[in-house]
């Protein structure tokens, strides 16, 4: 692709140092590859890293995506550790984990401007994710065996991009898992919920799987719940969805649990 320049280095991960993770103590594990990515629709420069599931060169098979945003690559590691953890024991297919850089996300992440909770540069998500489809799941469907499942998972104020691409470009992403999704961005404007039914009105063939969790969240709960019962009211075509409270969790810790119970939500009936 002409429009990006991608310098790839390979991505040495962390060392394991004991018997019980390798048959060769000190051994360093590979668990991935970190590419850079220099954005002309962001015009910057982004993180990118990327896992392959195991048998991956010696197979033909097309694998789903997960895709994850996330400051540095410990988000990365913890992501792979549950996708991992989560196929050895046979509750979800294997994977391949992309994790991108948050970079600024008060700007990237928010689909409107809230200038008094997330500053003058707010509102960028739309070309967020223009830059997500038009140049990283490009390339990334252009350079590994890829199916058609794509799956997003983020928390927070990630979570909110996530639910603001399942109504305004619901062809991006097969399946969105939004932990603790921030509703509350912009305040009493409340622009995702007052226009949820419009963007319903905009489906057409889109087959999607949401969900969402929330832990002892008393600031989020109310609009949260004000979207599932959105969802239920207007019933979307082809739009299957689970909510899960995790009363025991706060908006912390919730992230511990929330990734691993949202992939198994996904593929419980598969």
């Not at 988000?75 to 297919?93: A, C, E, M, W």
């Not at 898992?177 to 912009?186: H, K, R, V």
């Not at 963007?199 to 008393?218: C, D, H, T």
Request: charged share 25%; with cysteine; aromatic share 12%.
């Amino acid at each position: 692709m002409s429009m990006i320049r991608f310098s790839i280095i390979l991505f040495v991960s962390f060392m394991l140092c004991t018997q019980a993770y390798s048959q060769n103590p000190g051994e360093k594990l590979e668990i991935g590859t970190h590419i850079t990515i220099s954005s002309e629709i962001l015009n910057e420069t982004r993180n990118v890293y990327i896992y392959l599931p195991e048998g991956y060169s010696e197979s033909g098979e097309k694998f789903d995506v997960l895709y994850t945003l996330y400051n540095g690559s410990t988000g990365f590691h913890y992501s792979t550790g549950v996708v991992n953890q989560l196929n050895d024991k046979r509750l979800i297919p294997k994977l391949i984990v992309v994790s991108v850089d948050l970079g600024d996300g008060r700007r990237d992440l928010t689909p409107t401007r809230a200038v008094s909770t997330y500053g003058p540069t707010s509102g960028g998500a739309g070309n967020y994710l223009k830059f997500l489809k038009e140049e990283l799941i490009t390339y990334i469907d252009e350079n590994y065996r890829t199916s058609s499942e794509r799956l997003y998972y983020s928390h927070s104020i990630g979570g909110t991009l996530g639910i603001y691409s399942l109504l305004a470009e619901p062809e991006i992403f097969t399946t969105i898992l939004a932990s603790s999704p921030w509703f509350i961005y912009d305040l009493e404007e409340k622009y995702l919920l007052k226009n949820v039914e419009k963007f319903f009105g905009k489906r057409n063939s889109q087959k999607n799987f949401l969900y969402i969790s929330v832990g002892n969240e008393p600031r989020l709960i109310p609009d949260i719940e004000e979207f599932t019962s959105l969802l239920d009211k207007n019933k979307p075509a082809g739009l299957e969805w689970e909510f899960e409270k995790m009363p025991d969790e706060d908006h912390n810790s919730i992230m511990a649990r929330s990734l691993a119970s949202g992939l198994r939500a996904r593929y419980k009936n598969r």
